[in-house]
């Protein structure tokens, strides 16, 4: 087994009166974003989506980007989700919080909250290749082939 000691920067600048992102224990995947302290108080009703502005800019390393993830305990505890979740590496713009209300009954954001993390991952440099058509595509039949959505079991 590898203990990789890798540790990348990832430089940020608060734009807001905002707690500093952070990761909640060192072996965490996740680090997690607060709302600023200087928004006011927000109601997300059932099915309402808000974009909170995070008060953070980062500076996301080249070949990575932020992928947003749910908090676990705020997911399963008061059913709000992330919509959107991908920062690429050009972004130079302030980092939204878009929250979903998946829940029956309306859920309040509050100033300091922990709300979401981002986890960065590496990103490999991607050429697209168009094919003429299918047999060119797919050389090779898998077993699965073309079988989706619980064709494997449930």
């Known amino acids: 087994m590898c203990e990789c000691n890798n540790v990348l920067d990832l430089d940020f600048v608060k ?12 072996g965490s995947a996740g680090i ?3 709302v600023p302290n200087d928004l ?3 109601m997300l009703y059932k099915d309402d989506i808000i974009n909170i502005p995070s008060g953070i800019h980062v500076k996301i390393p080249k070949g990575y980007a932020l992928v947003a993830q749910n ?6 505890n008061s059913y709000i989700k ?15 919080l878009c929250l979903h209300n998946i829940g029956k009954i309306p859920r309040t954001i509050t100033p300091g909250m922990k709300i979401l993390q981002f986890i960065l991952v590496p990103v490999p440099n991607v050429q697209l290749n168009e094919k003429q058509n ?5 050389q090779e039949t898998t077993e699965r082939g073309e079988g ?6 449930i």
């Open 148 to 153: 989706g959505y619980g064709s494997t079991g």
């Open 134 to 138: 299918l047999e060119s595509l797919y």
């Open 32 to 34: 997690d974003f607060f």
């Open 82 to 96: 992330y919509t959107a979740g991908l920062i690429d590496e050009d972004y130079q713009g302030e980092i939204g």
């Open 71 to 76: 908090k676990s305990g705020i997911a399963i």
């Open 15 to 26: 734009v807001r009166d905002v707690k500093s992102p952070e990761k909640g224990t060192p």
């Open 40 to 42: 006011d108080e927000v």
